[in-house]
């Protein structure tokens, strides 16, 4: 068994949240806020059995779409240097797959 953390955008949250659900995966919910960007995301917390895991991966990937975004200036990108917008990837996911030791349901 395995435990999938999927960091997304909030505007992707609600397609992999959905998804996740229709393919029959458990799937706990969190904000969160990223250090890069310093802006809000959703993480998800997906337990997979070994052999549905790249399925899994699969459904996060389907739905979480990467996109350009131009950021100002003074988010910690560029340490405040620069006055023209940076352009930077935002979206898609991040994912980590560890090891469940133990799973219980009460």
């Known amino acids: 068994m395995k435990l999938i953390f999927a960091i997304v955008q909030p505007k992707d949250a609600k397609r992999v949240r959905n998804a996740c659900i229709d393919a029959h995966f458990g799937v706990t919910q969190m904000n969160s806020v990223g250090g890069f960007l310093r802006e809000g995301n959703t993480t998800f917390m997906i337990v997979s059995k070994d052999e549905r895991v790249d399925e899994a991966l699969k459904v996060i990937k389907d739905h979480a ?31 980590f797959v560890v090891p469940v030791e133990r799973y219980m349901e009460f």
Request: hydrophobic fraction near 30%.
């Open 65 to 95: 779409q990467a996109r350009r975004q131009y950021l100002t200036p003074g988010n910690g990108l560029d340490n405040g240097a620069s006055s023209y917008p940076v352009d930077v990837q935002v979206g898609g996911a991040i994912c």
